[in-house]
């Protein structure tokens, strides 16, 4: 069983700085690709940054430049470092694995960028 735990969210001003965690549980984490989704109100779930095992990243267009993903192997965890917020930013985020085509989800973490 993988469990995923989010955390660091919070309220920030438009241009400001967030960095949320996602720790994994079991020793298999760092064989996977990681990836952060996010959801806001009313819209579908969408993904937002990925990384592979061996550290490739990839970004949704309208967060390239401004998030950076990364991971720490040794501590089961995965970041994602959020830059030059904006308030379209805003929403649930959502860390997430896949093994075995399951996909476990972390409960969320919000972030909301407002003034």
């Known amino acids: 069983q993988v469990q995923l735990v989010e955390s660091g969210g919070g309220l920030v001003q438009p241009g400001g700085s967030m960095r949320l965690s996602c720790a994994a549980s079991?020793?298999?984490?760092?064989?996977?690709?990681m990836h952060w989704y996010r959801q806001a109100p009313g819209k579908q779930r969408e993904l937002v940054a990925s990384?592979?095992?061996?550290?490739?990243?990839n970004y949704e267009d309208s967060v390239k430049g401004r998030f950076t993903i990364s991971r720490a192997n040794a501590k089961n965890t995965v970041y994602l470092q959020m830059n030059s917020l904006k308030p379209e930013d805003t929403a649930v985020y959502y860390c997430?694995?896949?093994?075995?085509?399951?996909?476990?989800w972390g409960q969320g973490t919000q972030v909301t960028v407002s003034s």
């Open positions: 079991g020793s298999i984490f760092s064989i996977y690709t």
């Open positions: 997430n694995i896949r093994i075995m085509s399951y996909d476990y």
């Open positions: 990384i592979s095992a061996g550290g490739s990243t």
